[in-house]
């Protein structure tokens, strides 16, 4: 950057020469709030102050905002730069699992109508007009939905008890299921890439790892460590992962690159960092 280009940024009341491209979910004040930081780690920033906990996060397709869905229920719609946050009408109480579209038009979510956490079903709701598409209504636990890159299908987690948790996905348009995995042991934290590939933190080997279960259905394992690695994300073009991991003794953001291997910690917060979510927009640029 020019020593022009500088002062005008400082003008401006620009932050960071480098582009937040990743926002997370750190503690503050007692509760696990969002933030965000360029995909190096640098200056991470906090962005809300609800004062409760948040359980999801995710961006809308401009990379301006975030859908934020707390641990009651309830969610907002929350300004990438400002942290300004406006509440989103649900169209039920109760809300899990919330995340946008990839059009930005749609949510899609878990939630229970039978007073049992155990009972989840995946449904989708019209951001605009409240309209609801309940995807699922299987036996057990249906949970962790994420989009396809084009939205036409969800992915989601189904648990029915036992020592498996496997990987399903559902047109949004037919509401047909198919089940990608047969007692895999367990599968948690899911995120698709456009090609179909589909990150996420698996126990085959004993520790909860990163793998890749391929479009061709081939799982491969991506990290090997002991503690802790969760809640894979992946960069705009899909060559490297954001997750969290427990691998120094705190919970913290790491970054995988896929063509080295490279690991790298992302930050060193006080009390932990947890579920990383990448921008769309390649490089953070908004």
Same mark, same amino acid.
């Given at each position: 950057?020019?020593?022009?280009?500088?002062?005008?940024?400082?003008?401006?009341?620009?932050?960071?020469?480098?582009?937040?491209? %990743?926002?997370?979910?750190?503690?503050?004040?007692?509760?696990?709030?969002?933030? *965000?930081? #360029?995909?190096? @780690?640098?200056?991470?920033?906090?962005?809300?102050?609800?004062?409760? #906990?948040?359980?999801?996060? /995710?961006? !809308?397709? #401009?990379?301006?905002?975030?859908?934020?869905?707390? &641990?009651?229920? +309830?969610?907002?719609?929350?300004?990438?730069? /400002?942290?300004?946050?406006?509440?989103?009408?649900?169209?039920?109480?109760?809300?899990?699992?919330?995340?946008?579209?990839?059009?930005?038009?749609?949510?899609? !979510?878990?939630?229970?109508?039978?007073? =049992?956490?155990?009972?989840?079903?995946?449904?989708? !709701?019209?951001?605009?007009?409240?309209? $609801?598409?309940?995807?699922? =209504?299987?036996?057990?636990?249906?949970?962790?939905?994420?989009?396809?890159?084009?939205?036409?299908?969800?992915?989601?987690? /189904?648990?029915?008890?036992?020592?498996? &948790?496997?990987?399903? +996905?559902?047109?949004?348009?037919?509401?047909?299921?198919?089940?990608?995995? *047969?007692?895999? $042991?367990? &599968? !948690?934290?899911?995120?698709?890439?456009?090609?179909?590939?589909?990150?996420? /933190?698996?126990?085959?080997?004993?520790?909860?790892?990163?793998? %890749?279960?391929?479009?061709?259905?081939?799982?491969?394992? $991506?990290?090997?460590?002991?503690?802790?690695?969760?809640?894979?994300?992946?960069?705009?073009?899909?060559?490297?992962?954001?997750?969290?991991?427990?691998?120094? @003794?705190? %919970? #913290?953001?790491?970054?995988?690159?896929?063509? =080295? =291997?490279?690991?790298?910690?992302?930050?060193?917060?006080?009390?932990?960092?947890? &579920?990383?979510?990448?921008?769309?927009?390649?490089?953070?640029?908004?």
């Amino acid at each position: 950057m020019t020593l022009a280009g500088l002062c005008l940024a400082l003008m401006s009341g620009c932050r960071s020469e480098a582009p937040e491209s %990743i926002a997370f979910l750190a503690v503050s004040d007692g509760y696990w709030e969002v933030w *965000v930081t #360029d995909d190096e @780690g640098r200056s991470p920033r906090k962005l809300s102050d609800f004062k409760a #906990d948040v359980s999801r996060i /995710s961006w !809308f397709p #401009d990379g301006n905002t975030l859908l934020v869905n707390l &641990h009651d229920g +309830r969610m907002f719609r929350l300004d990438a730069d /400002s942290g300004e946050a406006s509440a989103v009408q649900a169209p039920m109480p109760g809300i899990l699992d919330a995340v946008v579209s990839p059009d930005g038009r749609q949510a899609t !979510f878990s939630l229970s109508t039978a007073d =049992s956490i155990d009972n989840n079903d995946i449904w989708t !709701f019209d951001l605009s007009t409240g309209g $609801l598409n309940k995807l699922t =209504s299987m036996a057990r636990l249906q949970h962790e939905p994420t989009w396809s890159s084009d939205g036409a299908q969800v992915y989601f987690l /189904s648990g029915r008890g036992g020592q498996t &948790h496997d990987i399903w +996905r559902a047109d949004v348009a037919t509401r047909e299921t198919e089940q990608l995995t *047969v007692n895999a $042991l367990y &599968h !948690f934290d899911l995120a698709a890439r456009p090609d179909g590939a589909l990150a996420y /933190s698996g126990n085959q080997t004993g520790n909860y790892d990163l793998w %890749i279960r391929h479009p061709d259905g081939r799982a491969e394992q $991506l990290t090997d460590d002991p503690e802790l690695d969760a809640r894979p994300t992946w960069s705009p073009d899909g060559k490297a992962l954001a997750f969290e991991s427990t691998r120094d @003794g705190n %919970i #913290d953001i790491w970054r995988y690159d896929l063509g =080295s =291997s490279e690991l790298k910690r992302l930050t060193e917060m006080p009390e932990g960092a947890r &579920h990383p979510v990448w921008s769309p927009v390649h490089g953070g640029e908004r």
